[in-house]
């Protein structure tokens, strides 16, 4: 069935360093690619999105490509801040066919710590 | 526009009691969603709704769990009776058509601790 793998965590990183978080995916058909963000207490919330392939979702300074040869979605941001500190979820929704198919399938979320 | 409402915010109980957990979803959405989060499992989708009527329930751990949504602006979650690994962040999430359009809109949770 539709699957999201996300990089193991936590991630550590210093103020204004580069974050990558990885995300791949298994899916029927072309799926509709997710980023959330939950910061502590908090439901989850959407950061961003694409539709198709070669998509580019961006919000707040994060960035993540839809890649279908490589059945990746990668988050980026170029120089993260105390204030991202939070659990990022990448996502999936697939098209009729799929076992996700009417709703997001999830990975397992990847804690990021932002040191000042 | 209020977002998804959930209540209580937080509940805690005893082994062998009934909960009801409540959501509001946004006015005009015609998706609902309840997950489960936990730990060991991280996110876990129980049941979801489309236009009120239950679609795939294949989450739900066992016949302690229910749910129902009565109307397009209420839905519960009931556990009956607790036991102390129903202990969990349980979310509301709701969407305006399919989510591979759009994605959802989470509530806040309910904090469920069953001692």
């Known amino acids: 069935g539709d699957s999201v793998t996300q990089m193991e965590g936590p991630v550590t990183l210093s103020e204004e360093a580069f974050l990558t978080i990885n995300c791949t995916y298994t899916?029927?058909?072309?799926?509709?690619l997710f980023w959330y963000v939950q910061y502590p207490g908090e439901g989850l919330q959407l950061l961003l999105k694409?539709?198709?392939?070669?998509d580019k979702g961006s919000n707040k300074g994060f960035e993540a490509t839809y890649r279908k040869e490589t059945t990746s979605f990668h988050l980026e941001k170029g120089s993260v801040q105390v204030s991202d500190s939070a659990v990022y979820f990448c996502?999936?929704?697939?098209?009729?066919?799929?076992?996700?198919?009417?709703?997001?399938?999830f990975g397992q979320g990847t804690i990021l710590t932002v040191h000042p | 526009d209020a977002g998804v409402i959930q209540s209580p915010r937080h509940e805690v109980t005893e082994m062998g009691q009934e909960v009801t957990l409540r959501c509001k979803p946004i006015?005009?959405?015609?998706?609902l969603f309840w997950y489960r989060q936990t730990m060991m499992r991280g996110l876990e989708l129980l049941i979801y709704?489309?236009?009120?009527?239950?679609?795939?329930d294949s989450g739900m751990p066992e016949d302690r769990f229910s749910a129902k949504m009565p109307n397009a602006s209420f839905s519960t979650l009931k556990i009956q009776p607790s036991e102390p690994r129903d202990s969990a962040v349980y979310f509301c999430?709701?969407?305006?058509?399919?989510?591979?359009?759009?994605?959802?809109?989470f509530g806040s949770g309910t904090r469920l601790t069953v001692v």
């Open positions: 996502a999936l929704s697939a098209g009729a066919g799929g076992t996700s198919y009417g709703k997001l399938t």
């Open positions: 899916a029927t058909g072309y799926p509709s």
């Open positions: 694409a539709t198709k392939a070669d």
């Open positions: 006015s005009g959405h015609d998706y």
């Open positions: 709704f489309n236009n009120n009527v239950p679609i795939d």
């Open positions: 999430a709701s969407s305006s058509g399919r989510p591979v359009n759009y994605g959802y809109t």
